[in-house]
Nanobody
């Protein structure tokens, strides 16, 4: 079973940037599809075992998801932040048989972190 802890949240002005990190323990993430979600399990971005990515339309071109399997860490680089990006952000993991699997539905993920708050002011 994998446990995850998010960090990197904070308060920024509109147009600013933040980088979220999610450090996993208890298992290696190279067997898991990983994703970032925000309040009410709204899908933000997901990355498959093979590195392929999916993004919500609202963040395409502004956010970048990445993973470092050697560090057992998931990242979310958030640029050009908007006030509507304000939310609690959660990382999640899904054990998967398929290397290309990267769903954006929160119900597809079993393991969740506690979240990190992102606040964007106008």
């Amino acid at each position: 079973q994998v446990q995850m802890v998010e960090s990197g949240g904070g308060s920024v002005q509109s147009g600013g940037s933040l980088r979220l990190s999610c450090v996993a323990s208890g298992d290696t993430i190279n067997k898991y599809s990983m994703g970032w979600f925000r309040q009410d399990r709204e899908g933000v971005a997901a990355i498959a075992i093979d590195g392929s990515r999916s993004y919500a339309d609202s963040v395409k071109g502004r956010f970048t998801i990445s993973r470092d399997n050697a560090k057992n860490t998931l990242y979310l680089q958030m640029d050009s932040l908007k006030p509507e990006d304000t939310a609690m952000y959660y990382c999640a993991a899904r054990w998967s048989l398929y290397t290309w699997d990267r769903p954006l539905r929160g119900t597809e993920y079993r393991y969740w972190g506690q979240g990190t708050q992102v606040t964007v002011s106008s």
